[in-house]
């Protein structure tokens, strides 16, 4: 395809309309401050802020750790299982409204079950959510439990256990929370039991942890993608190995700015991750706390870096259905529709242009 005759200022429309999948979004993590207050009030929970723009006014984060602190707070207020039906189904209208027409999203049952919320709670509301969603949207949703890396090995087992018996309602697992102290070598054994089990894997690596960190969560850990990974271009030969395995990272650039991963937009390294040759998508991470949800990522990602332009679009969105856990066949029939959008995209400009 040429992309030439797509200029720049189109950018924003077609990355708004371009068919496209996310898989690295926190459940949690869209549970927006007016849907914080209306679950506070409805379960009779006490905040200790007033207003919502009291809440948002706090969401001023150094780095992950204070960042978390305020995410696994706002999760408080999630109790009943109509709660977490009631936040899939805000974040799937919402990816609906985006042209995502893919969803893989992270789940973290222990922040729920350490608070006495059973876990059958948990994954039958957000369950309930994404077969609304395929039904009454057309949108596809799966979803990754993540074990929590600040706690034990033995909390990551026991949510495991606790989750099998769900085992047809989530399709992976994944790593999140704090990097730093929790190595990926930390949960070898959980993850090698649950390669054994048959699920998809991922991890966390490489967002505020060092490039090392990737290597161990894929050679340690096994896993298929790496979440951010944004750290592997200080290792040469890492960078080599990912572009040459096509392991994906799923990149979250408003979180990274947020989270001082990088000072800037401008500073981001999505446009070298791509130019080398690695298969990077773009994600919103956790799209309440950090400023906008994908499409939001996508237009402010292009508007800061220069490199990027309709090729890089193309290139992004077709990442994001070959990295997802789907059949082939599946893919392949996205991928005809991101081709056939982007062809008519073309055609439309050459006509107005002869
Ligand atoms: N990093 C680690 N843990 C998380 C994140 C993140 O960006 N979002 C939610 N949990
Ligand atoms: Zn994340």
Not at 193 to 210: F, P, T, W
Not at 278 to 297: C, E, K, Q, W
């Amino acid at each position: 395809m040429n992309f030439d005759s797509i200029a720049r200022e189109d950018l924003p429309d077609i990355l708004c309309r371009m068919p496209k999948a996310e898989l690295h979004i926190h459940i949690e993590g869209s549970l927006e401050p007016e849907l914080i207050f209306a679950l506070a009030t409805r379960n009779r929970i006490q905040l200790t802020y007033q207003t919502i723009d009291e809440l948002r006014t706090a969401y001023d984060f150094t780095d992950l750790r204070s960042f978390l602190d305020n995410y696994y707070a706002g999760a408080s207020v999630l109790q009943r299982e109509e709660d977490f039906f009631d936040l899939a189904w805000a974040y799937l209208r919402c990816a609906k409204a985006e042209n995502i027409v893919h969803a893989e999203i992270f789940f973290d049952p222990q922040t729920h079950t350490a608070r006495g919320i059973p876990f059958e709670t948990v994954i039958n509301g957000l369950d309930r959510a994404i077969r609304r969603g395929r039904e009454e949207l057309g949108l596809s949703a799966t979803l990754i439990l993540c074990f929590l890396r600040h706690l034990s090995e033995e909390d990551a087992f026991t949510a495991l256990e606790e989750a099998l018996p769900f085992r047809d309602k989530f399709i992976g697992v994944g790593l999140d929370s704090s990097e730093r102290g929790n190595p990926p070598e930390k949960f070898a054994r959980v993850f090698a039991r649950c390669r054994e089990l048959g699920l998809r894997l991922v991890a966390h690596a490489g967002e505020e942890g060092s490039a090392e960190y990737i290597r161990s969560a894929l050679d340690l850990l096994k896993v298929e993608r790496i979440d951010h990974g944004v750290r592997c271009l200080d290792d040469p030969h890492l960078v080599a190995r990912l572009a040459r395995q096509r392991i994906p990272l799923t990149v979250c650039p408003l979180s990274n700015v947020k989270l001082r991963v990088f000072p800037s937009l401008p500073a981001h390294n999505i446009g070298k991750l791509l130019a080398v040759g690695i298969a990077v998508t773009i994600n919103s991470d956790d799209p309440a706390y950090f400023g906008g949800y994908l499409n939001r990522n996508f237009i402010a990602t292009f508007e800061a870096l220069p490199e990027l332009g309709a090729k890089e679009a193309y290139q992004l969105a077709r990442n994001s259905f070959q990295a997802s856990f789907v059949d082939e066949s599946i893919k392949d029939g996205w991928i005809g529709a991101l081709d056939k959008f982007f062809e008519e995209q073309i055609s439309i400009r050459n006509l107005c242009h002869s």
